[in-house]
């Protein structure tokens, strides 16, 4: 898994009636885009050191013009 600062991570719900967790990642401690990230929680603004599992993936979503994330 390989991330930049401002990618996305989405962790997948296990059950289908829960959303999945989405966080912007801050940083970027390992080698050449490596875990662990520093996310931000969309869904609670709490900041967390994330080592992804397998049910994780990177999105990047790009900022429009306002430089506000879709």
């Known amino acids: ?8 991570i989405v ?11 989405v966080g912007m990642i801050q940083e970027v401690h390992g080698e050449d885009g490596a875990p662990p990230y520093v996310v931000k929680w969309e869904d609670n603004g709490h900041t967390t050191t994330l080592f ?3 049910d994780a993936h990177i999105e990047h979503r790009p900022e429009d013009i306002t430089g506000v994330h879709p």
């Open 11 to 21: 962790i997948s719900s296990k059950h289908d009636d829960e959303p999945n967790r």
């Open 52 to 54: 992804p599992g397998p």
């Open 1 to 8: 898994m390989q991330a930049v600062a401002g990618d996305f």
